[in-house]
T-cell receptor, first 114, second 115 residues
Framework: AQKVTQAQTEISVVEKEDVTLDCVYE???????LFWYKQPPSGELVFLIR??????QNEISGRYSWNFQKSTSSFNFTITASQVVDSAVYFC???????????FGQGTTLQVKP | ETGVTQTPRHLVMGMTNKKSLKCEQH?????MYWYKQSAKKPLELMFV???????ENNSVPSRFSPECPNSSHLFLHLHTLQPEDSALYLC??????????????FGSGTQLSVL
């Protein structure tokens, strides 16, 4: 069975704070991809990042960084120096190499206050 | 012009009405999807089309009827809906269907309320 857990339902920070969104993906698949999507109030989900299960190298892209640890099944996403425009719902979404389907987590609502 | 466009943005309908949701993608993709997003629930995949052929139907009730006349257009025909069908319906597209590395491009959704 596959299970994706975003334990944080809501997070509230003040602008310029760093914030980390947690995601745990439990699966018996040996190969898979991990995605993060952002859903602003306008409704459309926007692709942010994609990693494959073979690559545990952590990366930074602008204010975004991510930390993937296969041993703990965690794929965390960090926003540095948060801005009000970062306020949105963030979804962790693994996809199975077997089915090709995305499995969406429950989402974490991030509120960045000025 | 945005990549994936959905109309209408909002729809209120009675349980006996018939309505249709429209989705159009301008990205040259071969796969299109319908997702349902209800409050407090994860996104649920409803239908997948690849080159106008339905390749996935996730046990969706027959009161939801999809149509894909070409690779750029996708419809969701609605009839005799129930109040629990009220949700945000999202359309998405990708280059191909069924590949785990494919990223999806979403529309802004249609917020449906069934009275």
């Amino acid at each position: 069975a596959q299970k994706v857990t975003q334990a944080q339902t809501e997070i509230s920070v003040v602008e310029k704070e760093d914030v980390t969104l947690d995601c745990v993906y439990e699966t018996r698949d040996t190969t898979y991809y991990l995605f993060w999507y952002k859903q602003p109030p306008s409704g459309e989900l926007v692709f942010l990042i994609r990693r494959n299960s073979f690559d545990e190298q952590n990366e930074i892209s602008g204010r975004y960084s991510w930390n993937f640890q296969k041993s703990t099944s965690s794929f965390n996403f960090t926003i540095t120096a948060s801005q009000v425009v970062d306020s949105a719902v963030y979804f962790c979404a693994p996809s199975s190499s077997n089915t090709g389907k995305l499995i969406f987590g429950q989402g974490t609502t991030l509120q960045v206050k000025p | 012009e945005t990549g994936v466009t959905q109309t209408p943005r909002h729809l209120v309908m009675g349980m006996t009405n018939k309505k249709s949701l429209k989705c159009e993608q301008h990205l040259g993709h071969n796969a299109m999807y319908w997702y349902k997003q209800s409050a407090k629930k994860p996104l649920e995949l409803m239908f997948v089309y690849s080159l106008e052929e339905r390749v996935e139907n996730n046990s969706v009730p027959s009161r939801f009827s999809p149509e894909c006349p070409n690779s750029s257009h996708l419809f969701l025909h609605l009839h005799t809906l129930q109040p629990e069908d009220s949700a945000l319906y999202l359309c998405a597209s990708s280059q191909e269907a069924g590949l785990p590395h494919e990223k999806l491009f979403f529309g802004s959704g249609t917020q449906l309320s069934v009275l």
